[in-house]
């Protein structure tokens, strides 16, 4: 089992970090809303199917039935508002930048924790840790001379996004700590789609996608959202959600190998200067003198 970690972790992050790179290729023929509903039907198809396998269609139907009122806010926290913003803010950011600023998702699990855990204190490496994370997100908002507003909009559409996720995260570990991680993830994606399909109607794209769009789609609904979940299950189940972590500081590299040799995006400094700034505070500072739930939530990576 231990030597299946690595090449699991490796898989896991190139197909996360290659969501960045699908979403840019669709989202310039398919609007945010109607591509993520797509990207959600295909990955509620193939998770469902995969569940009932496991499970059996019983005890899968019962399963999903008890997340309750708790999976439809999930599907909306963690599906339906966080992947609509990125994929709006990658209209105007490239693919690399967006997956920088995902990846301030722990910054914002510590500073949730502060609220929601009274035990919790911001001092010492923590407050340095969570400080320069929040450094590198201005860095990325800040200074950005080719896109303009525009470029800082979308920025910070990735970081409520972000934001979104580690609300997600924190719910997940009050609300379903003893589910299994695949019933919420399937749950999530259920509803998240039930939830967008009302605002995916009206962008209705007026002609068909070209294939390179659908097939995009389909990518990212099957690879980067089913197959990658299915995938993080595993690693969950098997080497904890600490070791699983790691991919949080993979991810990022890995889609701005993407964006640069495919999508021929530039390696700005900036976003060199973001990534080494939100990565250094993740180590730092993001998940040290957490409670266990925090690690826990903190350690649960995210899908973009």
Known sequence: MTRAYLPLLLTLSALWGASYLFIKVAVDEIEPAAMIE????????????????????????AALRATGRGGVILGVVNGAIPFTLIAWGEKYVDSGIAAIANASVPIFVALLAIRFSPGERVTGTRLAGVLLGLAGVGVLAGFHPEG?????????????ASFSYACANLFTQHRFSTTPPLVTATSAVIWGAVVL?????FQIPDQVPSAKALGSVAALGILGTAVASIILYRMLTTFGSSRTTLVTYLLPPFALFYGVTLLDERLTANALLGLVLILGGVALGAGLSLTRGSRDALAAPQRP
């Open 148 to 160: 303009g507003w525009w470029a800082v909009a979308g920025t910070l559409a990735v970081v409520v």
């Open 197 to 201: 399909l009302p605002l995916s109607l």
């Open 38 to 61: 797509l990207r959600l039907i295909l990955a509620g198809a193939v998770l469902l199917a995969f569940l009932v396998a496991r499970m059996g269609r019983r005890e899968a139907i």
